[in-house]
T-cell receptor
Framework: SQKIEQNSEALNIQEGKTATLTCNYT??????LQWYRQDPGRGPVFLLL?????KEKRKERLKVTFDTTLKQSLFHITASQPADSATYLC??????????FGTGTRLLVSP | GAVVSQHPSWVICKSGTSVKIECRSL??????MFWYRQFPKQSLMLMAT?????????EQGVEKDKFLINHASLTLSTLTVTSAHPEDSSFYIC??????????FGPGTRLTVT
C-alpha cells in the first residue's frame, strides 16, 4: 500500500543553521510533491510544489529536492529563525486534486 | 490571493446535537473543496471531497450520514456533524484545490463534544 514517511521526532536546531527535513514514500509514482507548514491549532499553509521532472526548487530561504529514484524529497530551510518553528508536512497527489499527507516533522529553532 | 475561511473557529456542543461548519473561498471560486479531520499529533485525514452542484465523495470508513456535506455554491461548502458524540471531537479543516495542484486551507474548526 502507499505510504509516506516523515521523521516523527522533533528536529531541534540553532538559529542560523540549515534545517533539513526528509520525506520518503513507497508504492507511489507521483507527478509532483508538495510541502506545507502547519502551526499549532491552524490549518496547513502551502509552501512549495515540485514536479517529477524538477530536481530542485527554491523559494527565498526554502529549497526542496525531489529524487524519484530514491523516492525521497528533502526540504531545507537556510538561515533558520525561531519563527520557522512549526510542523512541516509533505503531501502527494492520489487522485484529481486529492492529497495524502505525511505525519509531519516538528521543527524547533532555538535562538 | 487564495484565502479560505472557516466558521466557527471553535465550537462546544452536547452529545446528540448537530453542528454545522462553514468553509468559504473568499477571493476565488472553488468547484472542489476537501474536508479533513486531524487528531492531536496526527496528520490530516481526508474525509470527503465536496463538489459544487453534486454529491460529495466520501473516503472509505467515513459515514456519509453522519458527516453531511453540502457544496451549494462555488464559494461555500458546509460540513454538518449529525448526532455528535465525544469521539467526534477533533480539529476539522477544509481546503480548496487549485488547478495547479496545491491546496489552500482554512484555519480549522475545533469541535468539542461533551
Amino acid at each position: 500500500s502507499q505510504k509516506i514517511e516523515q521523521n516523527s521526532e522533533a528536529l531541534n536546531i540553532q538559529e542560523g543553521k540549515t534545517a533539513t527535513l526528509t520525506c520518503n514514500y513507497t508504492n507511489y509514482s507521483p507527478a509532483y510533491l508538495q510541502w506545507y507548514r502547519q502551526d499549532p491549532g491552524r490549518g496547513p499553509v502551502f509552501l512549495l510544489l515540485i514536479r517529477e521532472n524538477e530536481k530542485e526548487k527554491r523559494k527565498e530561504r526554502l529549497k526542496v529536492t525531489f529524487d524519484t529514484t530514491l523516492k525521497q524529497s528533502l526540504f531545507h530551510i537556510t538561515a533558520s529563525q525561531p519563527a520557522d518553528s512549526a510542523t512541516y508536512l509533505c503531501a502527494l497527489p492520489t487522485g484529481f486534486q486529492k492529497l495524502v499527507f505525511g505525519t509531519g516533522t516538528r521543527l524547533l529553532v532555538s535562538p | 490571493g487564495a484565502v479560505v475561511s472557516q466558521h466557527p473557529s471553535w465550537v462546544i456542543c452536547k452529545s446528540g446535537t448537530s453542528v454545522k461548519i462553514e468553509c468559504r473561498s473568499l477571493d476565488f471560486q472553488a468547484t472542489t473543496m476537501f474536508w479533513y479531520r486531524q487528531f492531536p499529533k496526527q496528520s490530516l485525514m481526508l474525509m470527503a471531497t465536496s463538489n459544487e452542484g453534486s454529491k460529495a465523495t466520501y473516503e472509505q470508513g467515513v459515514e456519509k450520514d453522519k458527516f453531511l456535506i453540502n457544496h451549494a455554491s462555488l464559494t461555500l461548502s458546509t460540513l454538518t456533524v449529525t448526532s455528535a458524540h465525544p469521539e467526534d471531537s477533533s480539529f476539522y479543516i477544509c481546503s480548496a484545490g487549485l488547478a495547479k495542484g496545491e491546496q489552500y486551507f482554512g484555519p480549522g474548526t475545533r469541535l468539542t463534544v461533551t
